[in-house]
């Protein structure tokens, strides 16, 4: 009959007792664990479909997961160890954070590491040039800029603000003082002064453009007509490249990189021309034959295609866009039809991340500004939508669409706002139910970030 043994006052046959007592000390995982090891994992929620999410427990036992449910690492940890799980990869677009992400001296498997994704926060940062600060808004589920309540010192006569691509970094460039400052932008949207907050550049820093990976940055100086170029460090940081600045033309007004990263593109507005370059693979412009296009009276803004196909360049004297068709080597042609009527006073060009349409930014000086609205035509041409032009406020100078192409804001000089509008799914722009926000004093720029 065997031999038994008392637990309590319940008798169980030896090989009964010898499973509780297996039980106690792990291996209950039911996936191959050996005794004494203990499961960890949890519930992945809210990851979006298509995606894929890697997680890491103490940075060295990865998961990739593409479905929401239970997850298990690999590898168990012993009795009395630890565990850390992270998120190794983010899904595209998301952020996940961890729940009961750690712990200590182990004894039984851990089922509650649970992981939320949710869709990326978005900010948005206005450099104000005439207090020298930036304002950071976050963008609720409406589109609307919500001030976080704080603004951020620049240097003198900042001019512009741009991000790079993976949402970490921002810099601003100051005229008056020829920097670039550089910025860390926490999880919350808070920005940071870098351990090095400025970078030294050329004379009237006006613009700063970085390349689609991350790995560049470009800054354009006008009173000295040159164009700066930078490697960005693991940690955001600039650092001037061997060939420090590249030649442009005559009062460079604006600069622009296509969405592969070949080709830079800034627009001259004494000399009414585009200079134009191609990206080499360590980040260094090299002028294309020729080197410049003809453009309208004071070019300004300067936009190309997300395919980059097209480019288009405001000219303020003489209210119009030039059009442009991109050859395979990066270089500019002029349409057939060069140029497609704005408003007053074309300041900036924008095309939204769809391809589909055109916005330009008229100043109109001395009154309300508007913004005229086109369509995309399948050889590149503008044509006014069916209401040509909406209203903006009073001297609107730059314009940003958000990355969905939901919604876009534009930045008024004159009255200290932000204009906010969403996007049809005509490409037509309508106010928001909060129709502007409050700046700081003459925003020159804004900057939206995922």
């Known amino acids: 009959m065997g ?29 191959g664990f050996t005794p004494g090891t203990f499961a960890i994992g949890g519930a992945l929620s809210g990851l979006a479909a298509g995606q894929t999410v890697v997680l890491a427990n103490g940075g060295a036992d990865l998961l990739t997961l593409s479905t929401n449910g239970a997850y298990t690492f690999k590898t168990a940890v012993t009795s009395g160890g630890s565990y850390s799980v992270s998120v190794s990869t983010p899904p595209t677009g998301q952020t996940c954070t961890v729940a009961n992400a750690s712990g200590s001296n182990v004894m039984a498997n851990v089922t509650n590491a649970n992981v939320t994704c949710a869709g990326a926060s978005k900010y948005a940062y206005v450099v104000n040039n005439g207090d020298k600060t930036l304002s950071a808004y976050s963008i609720n589920a409406q589109g609307e800029l ?32 020829n920097t670039v400052s550089q910025y860390t932008i926490g ?60 030649p442009t033309g005559i009062q460079p007004r604006a600069v622009t990189i296509d969405a592969a990263g070949k080709n830079v593109y800034v627009s001259n507005q004494s000399d009414r021309t585009v200079s134009q370059y191609s990206l080499g693979t360590t980040g260094a412009l090299t002028a294309l034959n020729p ?24 000219n303020y004297s003489d209210g119009s866009v030039s059009q442009y068709s991109v050859g395979s080597g ?15 006073n074309p300041i900036y060009v924008a095309v939204d991340p769809s391809g589909a349409n055109a916005y330009v930014a008229n100043y109109v000086n001395g009154a309300r500004g508007t913004l005229s609205q086109f369509k995309i035509g399948s050889g590149g041409g503008l044509t006014p939508m069916a209401i040509p032009t909406v209203n903006a406020g009073t001297g609107p100078v730059w314009m ?51």
């Open 400 to 450: 940003a669409i958000d990355p969905a192409a939901q919604n876009a804001y534009v930045a008024n000089m004159n009255s200290n706002t932000v204009s906010q509008y969403a996007i049809g799914a005509d490409g037509s722009l309508t106010p928001l139910s909060t129709p502007t926000v409050a700046t700081g004093t003459k925003p020159f720029a804004i900057a939206i970030v995922n």
């Open 330 to 344: 990066g270089s500019l042609t002029p349409q057939s039809a060069s140029t497609v009527t704005t408003g007053t």
């Open 146 to 177: 919500v001030s976080l309540g704080v603004s951020t010192a620049t240097g003198t006569s900042p001019q512009s603000v741009n991000a790079d691509p993976s949402g970490r970094y921002l810099y601003v460039a100051n005229f008056g003082d």
């Open 187 to 246: 999880l919350d949207g808070a920005l940071q002064p870098m351990t090095a907050p400025t970078v030294a550049t050329g004379t009237g820093p006006n613009a700063v453009a970085i390349d689609p990976t991350g790995s560049y940055a470009y800054v354009l100086n006008e009173s000295d007509r040159t164009l700066a170029q930078y490697t960005i460090g693991s940690g955001g940081a600039l650092t001037a490249m061997t060939t420090a600045t590249v």
């Open 3 to 31: 031999i038994a043994a008392t637990v309590g006052t319940r008798i169980f046959p030896i090989t009964t007792l010898a499973a509780l007592t297996l039980a106690a000390c792990g291996g209950g995982g039911g996936g």
């Open 291 to 314: 080197p410049t296009v003809a453009s309208g009276a004071l070019p300004s803004g300067i936009a190309v295609d997300p395919a980059g196909l097209y480019a288009y360049v405001a």
